[in-house]
């Protein structure tokens, strides 16, 4: 809880609960039931802000709780637990409580949310806490529990540990988002299913009407104020109290499984399970790491190796590093140190992705490449994109950064070694728009250059880890492959052959604040330490 993560997540969930209970003249809705809404009660408050809340915290939850066995395994701390008595099933057991209370601390602050809500709101200012807090424990936190076990499933898993297991958890998540809202999702799913039930038999018992929308969950724009009803809750039946029940223990029951092939640290069991932690002297004296597949979370090279502006070291044992500073073209080899970096240990299957892109850009018509190859192309890097701003704190580095002697340089260069791998991603849609005369596009394409990096560097830089990111920016690329023209950074929505979305004048400006940030707050840290 201590970790920026956590504050930002928490953030956002406050955010997501003042959307949840807009304004009676807005619309923009987070729950429209056929054209209606119900009048700001605390059930309806409670019920739509644990909805909502479930929604983000699945899948922004799991990136802030995920990584705690690696942290006893990196910090050595698995070392001492190897040589207690300390069971398996018991480690893993107060793991998953531990990543549940993180998740019910935050769904405590959405209630406390939701009730300033309902009082701000001023419709029913009459607090019924029981009413208000169901929705919390009935809907929210069963699925925290299933996301908690499933953060501990996914770092026992070799192959899901490190970034490649942060996608696999977004496409779940969004398939959880989805399929739980049906009636047909096991125990209840997110428990939309029954809420919706419950509303529209209360709009029945009134002689309202629902429209032919139906019932739905998310951000959406409508185009006039909904309609009112009065809901007071929805009805406690025993089998959907029991099927909560069960999801819960279900999920403790998914925390408990890697009991079957986890080792708990200790190096006689740990033979073909989990690959051995490296000290931090280990991380900082490798100079190359076996690649994971999609080529993120590797330790950064020796300093020696690649931060070329420290020309020469000495080999002399205890002897402290010489620099013999160079002016003429430093930034540009520090350019070239930071893309060294930036792109160590990248599996050639992830290179051979990126070609075949590549070609298709050339090969697709240019309908298909604007619109869907594009946003393609920019959603391959992101585990490498998330490296930027964090790396160093990652791997202990930080401490020797601390003694170079023009940090905003560095910042910048490391900022420009994103942006040149943002290009050369995406070159074969910028050549074709050339072609094609789509001068809006290739705006809007270095509006999207200019972007990614900038928002990567500045969550990484406030953050200190690579999961904000990862957490942050496949959101926004999903809702904008979903022909929302407002988060289009990179010219793929179109209206009538043009970009719809922000104007990269905009998007430019927006990458120059978040670099002012990164600058900002380079720059404090370093005061503070000085």
Not at 287 to 299: I, K, L, M, R, V
Not at 309 to 330: C, D, F, I, Q, V
Not at 422 to 448: E, K, N, Y
Request: proline share 6%; net charge positive; charged share 10%.
């Amino acid at each position: 809880m201590r970790r920026p993560a956590y504050a930002v997540t928490l953030l956002a969930a406050i955010g997501l609960g003042y959307l949840a209970v807009p304004d009676v003249d807005s619309t923009w809705v987070i729950m429209d039931v056929g054209g209606n809404r119900g009048i700001y009660n605390s059930a309806y408050v409670g019920a739509v802000t644990a909805l909502a809340g479930a929604l983000w915290l699945t899948f922004g939850g799991f990136y802030v709780v995920r990584g705690g066995i690696a942290r006893d395994e990196t910090g050595r701390v698995g070392q001492i637990l190897a040589a207690t008595p300390l069971r398996t099933s018991g480690y893993l057991t107060a793991k998953f409580l531990s990543n549940l209370l993180v998740l019910a601390s935050m769904i405590g602050v959405l209630a406390v949310t939701a009730l300033l809500m309902q009082l701000a709101r001023g419709e029913n200012r009459s607090v019924d806490p029981v009413a208000l807090a169901e929705p919390f424990l009935l809907l929210s936190l069963p699925v925290m529990a299933l996301t908690a076990a499933a953060a501990i499933l996914f770092e026992t898993v070799p192959l899901l540990r490190a970034g490649f297991g942060n996608v696999v958890w977004f496409v779940l998540a969004v398939v959880i988002s989805i399929g739980g809202q049906s009636g047909s999702a096991p125990f209840g799913g997110l428990g939309v299913h029954h809420v919706a039930q419950s509303m529209n038999t209360a709009m029945g018992n009134q002689h309202l009407q629902s429209g032919e929308d139906g019932f739905s969950l998310g951000l959406t724009k409508v185009s006039k104020p909904l309609g009112t009803f009065l809901w007071d809750g929805f009805d406690l039946s025993a089998g959907f109290v029991l099927a909560r029940v069960v999801l819960v223990l279900l999920a403790f029951a998914m925390a408990l499984l890697p009991a079957l092939w986890f080792p708990r640290f200790d190096p006689a069991r740990a033979a073909g399970s989990l690959p051995p932690a490296k000290s931090s002297a280990a991380k900082d004296s490798s100079t190359a790491t076996a690649a994971e597949p999609f080529g993120t979370d590797a330790p950064a090279p020796a300093p020696g190796s690649t931060w070329s502006t420290w020309s020469t070291w000495s080999t002399a044992p205890g002897a402290l590093p010489r620099t013999e500073p160079t002016r003429a073209g430093a930034f540009g080899r520090l350019l070239v140190g930071e893309v060294r970096i930036l792109l160590q240990g990248i599996s050639p299957w992830w290179w051979a992705v990126a070609d075949a892109l590549t070609v298709a850009g050339f090969a697709l018509p240019i309908g298909t490449v604007t619109g869907l190859l594009l946003p393609c192309v920019w959603l391959w890097p992101v585990l490498i994109w998330s490296r930027l701003g964090s790396q160093q704190v990652e791997n202990d580095l930080e401490v020797l950064l601390g003694a170079y002697p023009t940090a905003r340089r560095r910042l910048l260069a490391e900022w420009a070694s994103g942006l040149v791998l943002t290009a050369v991603t995406g070159i074969s849609p910028l050549l074709r728009m050339l072609a094609a005369g789509d001068g809006a596009g290739v705006a809007c394409w270095f509006g999207g250059v200019l972007f990614i990096p900038s928002l990567a560097m500045s969550l990484g830089v406030v953050s200190r880890t690579h999961r904000v990111f990862q957490a942050v920016y496949l959101p926004i690329w999903y809702v904008l492959v979903n022909h929302v023209a407002a988060l289009d950074f990179m010219g793929a929505v179109r209206a009538n052959g043009k970009p719809a979305g922000p104007a990269p004048l905009l998007i430019a400006a927006l990458s120059a604040a978040m670099l002012a940030v990164v600058f900002l707050t380079g720059s404090a840290r370093r005061n503070v330490k000085g």
